[in-house]
């Protein structure tokens, strides 16, 4: 890289002859630079400021104090037992002024929120850079001759000569407890209006995921409060299981559900909205308040309005703070809707950047990157508390095609997927779930006794059924066992019908399922099957709360349990 061969002196006033010639000996001799210039300053009063070579020594008495300072902060290393007073002596005595900055770097030029800057040589990858408007950015590019770096702020605030500076820091952003029941932004800051968020701590954004030795397997449910998922496709705490489906097929209201069916259970959720309306994101806050879901919940949010560097941190953050509960032995559950959008904020970051694109054109390390994020949910071994964090990340199809780049990247990823059907949701099946594609490849360990013998054949029997409902689209009379199986089968597709906004506590789970698969709705229709299902749940919990309790406490399922459920319906009458 082309050094300056020039040094150059700030201050409000000019130094005199003798000075003047003082420091150019002494850069002469220890830098081998030759010319010096002066520059006026008025902002430096106290000292001046001496720059050369990417090197910046502050010579101000406030830049001296300040290294003095932070020198004196290494002293809480020392033992506690001996005096420092000699220490300290010895300190002021050998104090020596090092460079401020060992690199200042040039903006050569900025776009669309992203700066190219040359000077930098040392630069690292994810690193702060402080910009002298104070704007602050994030190396995500490093190349021979020039860094790319995504801007945090508005990219009015720096042009074309600005100066920016290595802070040595990796991108990190504040955590603590009181970020509970607030919205922040994609940097941590505040966006809800309550005041300040007092950190404990600030952790680093990327992290390498815990290993094997520090996890321990899935094995303590995470229960959606959604009948079709927690009977077929069980979510385990520290699974990752993805949802995926077209535009509006209620893949963000299974994801509100699982939150609002996580009060009471000692679980921290974290929303992550990436890239939507601010007013729909608004809309969710008030439904979480409403229904008191709030005190438990942290949303990150990042709309629509943001640039693409702020799009793509909010997983990010999201996941940090995630991560802090998570080593506190907390449960966790992260929601990142949706990892579509993040995908496209990513591209046009990389883009930007001038880097080759690849398949539909995002850049190759796009699974990477989602891989590495998803990575970082588990399920903590006991010696680390034992914490969790679940992750939900929402992918967005279109038509359908799940075999389109993104959707394949995270199917893999992921340890299964809860797949979201249009036809179904249009035709009034909702929550939209095609029983036949979705999968949850390891939350069935986890599932309780109850409810995984409560759901029994149920995946089978709507198989059987779907196979038949097509078959018999073509055929004309049916024989009365055919008959029976279909209404069967319908009833089946009938009680997976769920409100939004009305998660079904685990023992109502098991009573609607052991009731249904035991045919007692056989010859109700649609609103009478509803009702009487609804009758037998109350009368369960009326007369027989030490069965409810159980079945939520312990999961605990036997003959004698399935019995006394069927007897409780089949004396129940509406
Ligand atoms: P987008 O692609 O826009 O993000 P989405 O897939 O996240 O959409 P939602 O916003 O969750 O879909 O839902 C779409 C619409 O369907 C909403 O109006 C919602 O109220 C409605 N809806 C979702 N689930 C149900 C349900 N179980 N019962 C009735 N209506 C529902
Ligand atoms: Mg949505």
């Known amino acids: ?85 000699p220490l300290m002596r010895k300190m002021v005595a050998g104090f020596e002024l090092h460079a401020v900055s060992e690199e200042i770097g040039t903006v050569d030029s900025v776009r669309d929120g992203i700066a190219f800057i040359s000077g930098l040589d040392s630069a690292e990858y994810d690193e702060i850079l402080v910009f002298d408007s104070g704007v602050k950015g994030l190396v995500q590019d490093i190349k021979e001759k020039q860094i790319g770096c995504i801007l945090f702020d508005s990219d009015e605030f720096v042009s074309a000569g600005s100066k920016a500076v290595r802070t ?7 955590v603590g407890e009181d970020f509970l029941g607030r919205v922040i932004d994609s940097l941590g800051n505040p966006i809800d209006g309550l005041g300040e968020i007092d950190a404990d701590d600030y952790w680093p954004i990327e992290k390498r995921a815990p290993g094997i030795i520090d996890r321990q397997p899935v094995n303590t449910p995470l229960e959606t409060g959604i009948l079709s998922i927690d009977s077929m496709f069980p979510i385990g705490r520290g699974q990752r299981e993805l949802i995926i489906g077209d535009r509006q097929t209620g893949k963000t209201a299974i994801a509100v559900d699982t939150i609002l069916n996580q009060k009471g259970k000692d679980v921290i959720c974290i929303y992550v909205s990436i890239c939507q309306k601010a007013s729909t994101t608004a809309a969710l806050v008030n439904k979480l308040k409403e229904f008191g879901a709030m005190d438990y ?22 996941c940090t703070l995630g991560e802090y509960f998570m080593s506190q032995g907390k449960d966790v559950l992260i929601v990142y809707d949706d990892l579509s959008k993040h995908a496209v904020a990513y591209r046009t970051i990389s883009l930007l950047l001038g880097r080759t694109p690849g398949r539909e054109a995002y850049p190759g390390d796009i699974f990477y990157l989602h891989s590495r994020l998803l990575e970082r949910s588990a399920h903590l071994s006991d010696s680390l508390g034992g914490g969790s964090m679940t992750a939900l990340p929402i992918v967005e199809t279109q038509e359908g095609d799940v075999s389109a780049y993104i959707p394949t990247n995270v ?19 909702r929550p939209a779930v095609n029983v036949g594609v979705s999968v949850s490849r390891i939350g069935g360990d986890a599932q309780s006794q109850a409810m995984k013998k409560a759901t029994g054949t149920l995946r089978l029997d709507l198989a ?37 906004y009305n998660p079904i506590p685990r023992h109502r789970q098991v009573i609607i399922l052991v009731t249904a698969l ?39 399922f036997s003959p004698e349990i399935k019995q006394r459920i069927l007897e409780i319906a089949d004396s129940t009458v509406v």
């Open 297 to 318: 919940t942290i949303i990150v949010n990042s709309p629509a309005s943001d640039a693409a560097p702020l799009e793509f941190m909010a997983p990010y953050a999201g």
């Open 411 to 429: 199917i893999s990823i992921t340890d299964g997927q809860i797949f979201l059907e249009s036809e179904l949701f249009f035709s009034g099946q």
């Open 168 to 174: 040595g820091h990796i991108a990190g952003m504040p």
């Open 518 to 556: 035991a045919h007692r709705i056989q010859n109700m229709d649609e609103q009478q099957a509803r009702l009487y299902l609804d009758a037998v749940c109350e009368k369960a919990e009326r007369e027989d709360e030490y069965l409810c309790s159980d079945i939520d406490g312990n999961g605990s």
């Open 1 to 85: 890289m082309a050094r300056n061969k020039t040094a150059f002196i700030y201050s409000d006033r000019e130094p005199t002859a003798e000075q003047f010639e003082r420091i150019q000996n002494l850069i002469r001799r220890r830098y081998g630079i030759k010319e010096l210039k002066f520059v006026k300053d008025e902002k430096i009063t106290t000292g001046f400021k001496l720059e050369f070579d990417n090197k910046l020594f502050d010579w101000t008495i406030e830049g001296r104090l300040h290294q003095l300072t932070s020198e004196f902060d290494t002293l809480d290393s020392y033992d506690s037992k001996k005096s420092v007073m």
């Open 464 to 500: 059987q059924y779907r196979e038949m409902a097509a078959f018999m689209q073509f055929a004309g009379d049916l024989d009365a066992a055919s008959k029976s199986k279909l209404n069967y089968g319908r009833g089946l597709m009938n009680i997976l019908k769920q409100k939004q």
